[in-house]
């Protein structure tokens, strides 16, 4: 049988480091910083994420010196730019003859030669959860959120969790920032009766339960709305209508509300993959008898090109789902070992579970599966949708942060092209947040949130994950330390 052959790890954000080198080094050395937030059973210290460079950058201006810069708008690599960042904003960006060290706009800065980096927007992943997992099973913000600074990841978008604990996560990330990316949330899963998950489920019985309910996540500051698999069109249409009222994302993993029916009336972002396969057996009662050579297929393509609704494959998810019990050395894995226990522990008894769901299909059947998503990942692109990058983490095996550089290779494999990719990665997945005015480019005037790398991206999307630094806020942040600062248990 041919597996994906995307487990082999490029390189680690820190070249040539194990994140367990990481921990053990942090250790040895006792920088720590405590964090009150450590709940029982899990330390409540952790590594320190800036290093010895970086600790002048929160009281200084940082000048990112003749660097090579990705312009999200063009797809172009710019040479030989520098980058002045200063109270947490990108101040300037312009060529080096311009803006350099000796610039008088550069007066004082801290500075990091550019020479032979290449610079990202920071990344962000488009549908995480932030606290639930599957079967009412939690995380918290100490556990995860450092491994999506580490990687790069400097915003999450939530798709569905319990909107009180978002709130405490994103007060933690906030006042974490040195081990925390950007928290976006979203509200509960609007569902049938009784909902999915009932832990972040909220069912809505008719149109006019939809108002008070969208009101009321306005009220919390939710940027997204999720309809979910058990609500039809008649209350989905309404939470669409007043979602756009307050200004607000409305977001689909949807069944009995056909995706067709969702974007004509209104759906910004349709929710994974299957969430357009769905629509398109031979067989109902088969998830795998996918026919992407119906007329039907073609129609529903063409509506969610003609209106404009952006798809989140989250391809990721479907690998682990489809594939993973069939790949051992998963487990061994850095992005599988770099995980807590707690979480690893869930993983590893969910596989059993799947092993007798979506597992208990011979292999090639679920191998022609994942090359059907990703055709239709290829065929949609094709058509005009736009495409976003998200993951689902953390699912069984998406692990946070290091499944976003996954995303990407697969959807390179799919059929987009590297810069297409990196621009869906941090544009598009801004705009899909309404936060094209802070984030997604490196542009005078938003925060200074990036990545700078050691190899060119364009040239190999596998690039993104060899990570120099990471700035956040306008700090120059040591993924190394980041992750370092990650709980074990």
């Not at 979480?343 to 597992?359: M, N, Q, T, Y």
């Not at 094209?436 to 490196?442: D, F, K, L, T, Y």
């Amino acid at each position: 049988m041919t597996l994906p052959r995307r487990l082999a790890p490029a390189q680690p954000p820190v070249a040539a480091m194990d994140r367990r080198d990481f921990v053990r080094g942090a250790a040895l050395t006792g920088a720590g910083i405590a964090f009150g937030c450590g709940g029982e059973g899990r330390p409540a210290t952790r590594a320190s994420a800036t290093g010895d460079a970086a600790d002048e950058v929160p009281d200084r201006a940082l000048l990112i010196d003749r660097a090579s810069v990705f312009d999200v708008r063009s797809g172009a690599m710019r040479p030989d730019t520098s980058i002045l960042v200063r109270a947490g904003r990108i101040e300037a960006v312009a060529p080096a003859g311009e803006l350099n060290a000796d610039s008088d706009a550069a007066a004082g800065a801290a500075r990091i030669d550019g020479t032979g980096l290449f610079v990202l927007p920071g990344l962000i992943d488009a549908h995480v959860h932030v606290t639930h997992i599957l079967y009412q099973s939690h995380m918290t913000g100490d556990e995860v959120l450092p491994f999506y600074l580490g990687h790069g990841v400097t915003s999450i978008r939530s798709t569905g969790d319990n909107v009180p604990a978002q709130r405490l996560i994103e007060r933690y990330a906030d006042d974490h920032p040195d081990i925390s990316p950007n928290v976006f949330r979203c509200s509960f899963l609007i569902d049938g009766n009784p909902p999915w998950h009932p832990d972040v489920g909220w069912y809505l019985a008719t149109p006019a339960d939809v108002d008070p309910f969208v009101a009321d996540m306005a009220a919390w500051g939710v940027k997204t709305l999720k309809i979910y698999v058990g609500t039809g069109r008649e209350v989905g249409r309404r939470v669409i209508e007043a979602g756009h009222e307050h200004g607000l994302v409305v977001s689909g993993h949807l069944l009995d509300y056909h995706t067709a029916d969702a974007v004509r009336d209104g759906l910004d972002c349709v929710e994974h993959i299957y969430t357009v396969s769905n629509f398109l057996l031979d067989d109902p009662d088969d998830r795998h008898s996918i026919n992407l050579d119906s007329d039907e297929a073609r129609r529903l393509i063409d509506v969610i090109a003609e209106h404009g609704a952006r798809v989140d494959p989250t391809l990721m998810v479907f690998w682990g789902t489809l594939l993973f019990m069939d790949l051992p050395e998963v487990y061994g894995h850095p992005d599988h070992d770099s995980m807590p226990a707690r979480l690893k522990a869930f993983w590893d008894k969910d596989r059993e579970r799947r092993s007798l769901d979506w597992g208990a299909a011979p292999v090639s059947v679920r191998e022609g599966t994942w090359e059907k998503y990703l055709r239709l990942t290829s065929m949609l692109h094709e058509a005009g949708v736009q495409l976003l990058v998200g993951t689902d983490a953390p699912e069984p095996q998406v692990a946070p942060g290091a499944s976003l550089h996954h995303e990407m290779e697969f959807l390179v494999e799919a059929g987009m092209l590297a810069r297409e990719v990196l621009s869906a990665a941090t544009l598009e997945n801004a705009r899909i947040l309404n936060e094209e005015e802070n984030r997604g480019a490196v542009e005078a005037g938003l925060e200074a949130d990036l990545v700078l790398l050691e190899a060119d991206p364009l040239e190999d999307i596998r690039n993104t994950r060899r990570i120099r630094t990471v700035v956040r806020a306008g700090r120059a942040l040591d993924p190394a330390r980041i992750l370092a600062a990650a709980p074990t248990a």
